[in-house]
């Protein structure tokens, strides 16, 4: 399959065919491989995620620094000046389309540095006993320690609080406690209010206080903080290998992409909400007739939140832009739509569909089946994109929610009986693995897991 199969229809343009960067992986392992050889600290954590997490050191990188020497060699191989902040007016380099780690360049006299980024770096310092001091207070946005200086090498933990930069700055008093209010905010976000358009308008308005308290970019990173704990305690295989990453307080440092359900009446608020949070349009998939369903995806740059967002989607839609249009309700339900019917808007009650990480896809599937958690087939398995779901949570669903579909015609007597007493599909954590910085997804591999997802599938297998 040619990386061009992997993308669907975006905007009439090819803004969002995303290339594959081999050369500028292979170039950066090389450097890493260098760092870890001569580093003893990082390359026994490297092992160590490799064994207790099933995840790879490379894709907990941050940045990296090289030398003046590598610069030319990294534009030639598509990275580009970026425009952030640096202490000493350092160059910085991004490779603008592919998921690699960003470059420093230092002077040649300086120690190469590899910066981590866990999720939150009290919790890996405490995790590794390290001796040295954080610097930057808690919630500041840029937090750095040095885990480990040896051979000319510096590995670094960082943590980013809604800032791309590179110059730690002071947090004063009243910002700590806008910061603290707002998170509030987000933890005591009702998700069951007496309709979901009352849960929307709701929503809505606390995003409003939200924002006048931190800003757009620190409203996106707390939100979604919320939605990973919210879904977490709903998915055992996601508390399992939180456990774990949790004992090298790593965190989900490592998600790749946040999944959200949607009802077609609330896809275009739920789009719109994001949109407030910063995120700007990706590419959008059409389906139409081959599996029913739409799918809009959504990147918030500074903060690094990728969302895929599905809707049922009906054949004759596949024109429309119905990350925009507000769709009519439609006679049947497809897999999305049965999903959101049941369990209700991952928005609201029912919480994200998935969480998608990078993990070193073989390694995690054999580490959670001695765990008990098993994955499902792989729908994407490719040199530059393997994907698989672990077997989905049985929620039980509400008399109310059942009776309200039945009566609808919706779902028959008899799958409406089979769900009372067994329970529907719920959600799934993802093991997702990116060769070649590609940074796309692969259309009719995921119209495949949908399909295979779909909670009447399971009654059928009963």
């Not at 003893?40 to 995840?55: H, I, V, Y």
């Not at 007739?289 to 903060?303: D, F, K, N």
């Not at 669903?397 to 028959?412: C, E, F, M, Q, S």
């Not at 060769?435 to 949908?450: A, E, R, T, W, Y």
Request: charged content about 25%; hydrophobic content about 40%; aromatic content about 10%.
């Amino acid at each position: 399959m040619s990386q061009n199969e992997s993308n669907g229809e975006t905007n009439g343009a090819n803004a969002f065919d995303w290339p594959l960067a081999f050369a500028a992986e292979d170039y950066l392992r090389q450097a890493i491989a260098t760092f870890l050889a001569r580093n003893r600290f990082a390359q026994t954590l490297a092992t160590r995620m490799r064994l207790e997490t099933g995840t790879d050191f490379f894709e907990w990188i941050d940045y990296l620094t090289l030398p003046e020497s590598a610069g030319a060699a990294l534009q030639d191989l598509g990275f580009e000046h970026d425009k952030v902040e640096t202490p000493h007016g350092e160059t910085v380099l991004k490779h603008p389309r592919a998921t690699l780690p960003r470059v420093v360049i230092r002077s040649q006299e300086a120690d190469a540095v590899v910066a981590l980024r866990p999720e939150n770096l009290a919790d890996f310092v405490a995790a590794h006993s390290l001796i040295g001091r954080i610097e930057g207070s808690p919630y500041a946005r840029l937090r750095r320690v040095v885990a480990s200086a040896e051979n000319g090498t510096r590995l670094d933990a960082i943590e980013r609080n809604g800032y791309r930069g590179f110059i730690a700055a002071p947090l004063h008093f009243a910002d700590l406690k806008s910061i603290l209010e707002a998170r509030e905010l987000w933890r005591i976000r009702r998700r069951r209010c007496g309709s979901d358009s009352a849960g929307f308008i709701e929503a809505r308005e606390i995003l409003h206080d939200v924002t006048k308290l931190v800003g757009e970019d620190l409203a996106c990173q707390f939100f979604f903080e919320e939605a990973r704990r919210y879904w977490e305690r709903r998915n055992h295989a996601a508390q399992i290998q939180k456990r774990r990453q949790d004992q090298l307080g790593l965190g989900w440092g490592n998600h790749d992409h946040h999944t959200f359900r949607s009802s077609r009446e609330h896809f275009v608020d739920v789009i719109e909400f994001f949109l407030r949070l910063g995120f700007t349009k990706r590419e959008r998939y059409y389906t139409g007739a081959e599996a029913g369903w739409g799918a809009q995806i959504m990147e918030q740059p500074t903060v690094g939140i990728v969302v895929f967002a599905d809707v049922d989607l009906m054949p004759e839609e596949t024109e429309v832009d119905f990350s925009s249009v507000r769709l009519a309700p439609a006679k049947k339900l497809g897999t999305v739509g049965l999903w959101v019917g049941l369990h209700g808007e991952s928005f609201l009650e029912a919480g994200m569909h998935h969480l998608e990480a990078r993990f070193d896809f073989d390694a995690l599937r054999e580490q959670l089946e001695k765990e008990g958690v098993r994955m499902m087939k792989p729908f994407s398995d490719f040199r530059f994109l393997r994907q698989a779901f672990s077997e989905g949570e049985l929620w039980p669903v509400a008399p109310g929610r059942l009776d309200h579909l039945r009566r609808a015609g919706l779902i028959t007597p008899e799958q409406a009986e089979k769900f009372a007493s067994e329970g529907a599909l719920g959600s799934h954590l993802e093991n997702l693995q990116r060769h070649g910085g590609f940074k796309g997804f692969n259309q009719k591999s995921v119209s495949v897991i949908i399909n295979a997802t779909d909670p009447r599938k399971s009654l059928q297998a009963a």
